[in-house]
Nanobody
């Protein structure tokens, strides 16, 4: 079973940038489609972006043009570059396979102040 560890979150002002990382502490993800998900307080978890094993990406409409998902299979890591952040991007961000497995990591908190 793949164990994923998210990092890179923090507090940033609106318009700022963050880069999230997701590393597999056990298991190999290079052959798997991966996704970044987020859950804001009081809301359901939603898919933000996904990337296939060969690098084909899809981004959700609210983040299109601002966020970019990428992967480095040699490092067993998936990234989410987030630019032009908005207060509505504030959430706990998770990575998981796509479709998501039932096992979720701790996530990394992103807070965007106005």
């Amino acid at each position: 079973q793949v164990q994923l560890v998210e990092s890179g979150g923090g507090l940033v002002q609106a318009g700022g940038s963050l880069r999230l990382s997701c590393t597999a502490s056990s298991g190999v993800i290079r052959w798997r489609a991966m996704g970044w998900y987020r859950q804001a307080l009081g809301k359901q978890r939603e898919l933000v972006a996904r990337i296939s094993s060969v690098g084909v990406t899809v981004h959700a409409d609210p983040v299109k043009g601002r966020f970019t998902i990428s992967r480095d299979n040699n490092k067993n890591t998936v990234y989410l570059q987030m630019n032009s952040l908005k207060p509505e991007d504030t959430a706990l961000y998770f990575c998981n396979t796509f479709p998501a497995s039932s096992t979720w990591g701790q996530g990394t908190q992103v807070t965007v102040s106005s």
